[in-house]
């Protein structure tokens, strides 16, 4: 939810932005989808090759948040 998790915006942001790995190309089908070719293993997909790891890199992220509000609340639970 990007109104809850505006840190997270950056990330994905920076997905977006990222330059394919070296050895994939972007492709467009007969109807207009994207897909992606890896040329040293001529295999063709349709997520991104990046997407793994962008949605790693948010799931790790959004653990810290998660914990950080955790710690403040028990911090301010314990100050009461």
Same mark, same amino acid.
């Given at each position: 939810?990007?109104?809850?998790?505006?840190?997270?915006?950056?990330?994905?942001?920076?997905?977006?932005?990222?330059?394919?790995? /070296?050895?994939?190309?972007? *492709? &467009?089908?007969?109807?207009?989808?994207?897909?992606?070719?890896?040329? !040293? %293993?001529?295999?063709?997909?349709?997520?991104?090759?990046?997407?793994?790891?962008?949605?790693?890199?948010?799931?790790? /992220?959004?653990?810290?948040? *998660? &914990?950080?509000?955790?710690?403040?609340?028990?911090?301010?639970?314990? !100050? %009461?």
């Amino acid at each position: 939810d990007p109104l809850r998790e505006l840190q997270l915006l950056r990330i994905a942001q920076e997905g977006l932005q990222a330059p394919l790995p /070296e050895g994939w190309s972007e *492709h &467009e089908d007969a109807e207009g989808n994207i897909y992606y070719y890896h040329i !040293a %293993s001529e295999q063709s997909v349709w997520q991104h090759p990046l997407d793994n790891f962008y949605k790693d890199k948010v799931a790790r /992220e959004r653990a810290k948040l *998660h &914990e950080r509000r955790r710690h403040r609340e028990t911090k301010s639970r314990k !100050a %009461s």
